[in-house]
T-cell receptor, first 120, second 110 residues
Framework: SQTIHQWPATLVQPVGSPLSLECTVE??????LYWYRQAAGRGLQLLFY??????ISSEVPQNLSASRPQDRQFILSSKKLLLSDSGFYLC???????????????????FGAGTRLSVL | KQEVTQIPAALSVPEGENLVLNCSFT??????LQWFRQDPGKGLTSLLL?????REQTSGRLNASLDKSSGRSTLYIAASQPGDSATYLC?????????FGTGTSLTVIP
């Protein structure tokens, strides 16, 4: 079965410090991977998605970057955190690689447990 | 760009009541629609997925319908229980991208 791991669960960082959040998926290959941010009282904002190693699409210009060094590893980073970067960060995966599920609309998105980031 | 709206933003009902949550989207060119549940401080759990060619899906006390032409979906919860208290989000997909509503926060009062 497939599992998704996201860590750390909570993080408190000072303004101007770097950030690295990691997400890994097990039990599947060539997944689509996603980073979302959920601010208090707001919906999920898609930050980045990736359909393969080294392929990153950014949805919103911001202080963050993403990388996919391995097939099932997705990393969210920042060189200098801002107060506005505080929020709940969620990693997710879905079947990719032009799978039949994707085109038939059977593509379920599975989420990690999230990371609560507080920038002080 | 696809926009997803959920009404109401919050809902409080007594235990045992049947209830309906609403989701609307602006672009009917979708592959599927998913309903998720999110408990406070937790990730999202997928409840139901309706493919664009389907009109409804059922799982236990949950029933989700989809009217793609009108850009609407409803999530029906029968005989609500306190354990159903959570935020419910809907999301539509177009290929490998997913668009989320802001959610409905449900409280079921014992």
């Amino acid at each position: 079965s497939q599992t998704i791991h996201q860590w750390p669960a909570t993080l408190v960082q000072p303004v101007g410090s770097p950030l690295s959040l990691e997400c890994t998926v097990e039990g599947t290959s060539n997944p689509n991977l996603y980073w979302y941010r959920q601010a208090a009282g707001r919906g999920l904002q898609l930050l980045f998605y990736s359909v393969g190693i080294g392929q990153i699409s950014s949805e919103v210009p911001q202080n963050l970057s993403a990388s996919r060094p391995q097939d099932r590893q997705f990393i969210l980073s920042s060189k200098k955190l801002l107060l506005s970067d505080s929020g709940f960060y969620l990693c997710a995966w879905s079947r990719g690689g032009s799978s039949a599920d994707e085109f038939l609309g059977k593509n379920i998105q599975y989420f990690g447990a999230g990371t609560r980031l507080s920038v002080l | 760009k696809q926009e997803v709206t959920q009404i109401p933003a919050a809902l409080s009902v007594p235990e045992g009541e049947n209830l309906v949550l609403n989701c609307s989207f602006t672009d009917s060119a979708i592959y599927n629609l998913q309903w998720f549940r999110q408990d406070p401080g937790k990730g999202l759990t997928s409840l139901l997925l309706i493919q664009s060619s389907q009109r409804e899906q059922t799982s236990g006390r949950l029933n989700a319908s989809l009217d793609k032409s009108s850009g609407r979906s409803t999530l029906y919860i029968a005989a609500s229980q306190p354990g159903d208290s959570a935020t419910y989000l809907c999301a539509v997909s177009a290929g490998n991208q997913f668009y989320f509503g802001t959610g409905t926060s449900l409280t079921v009062i014992p």
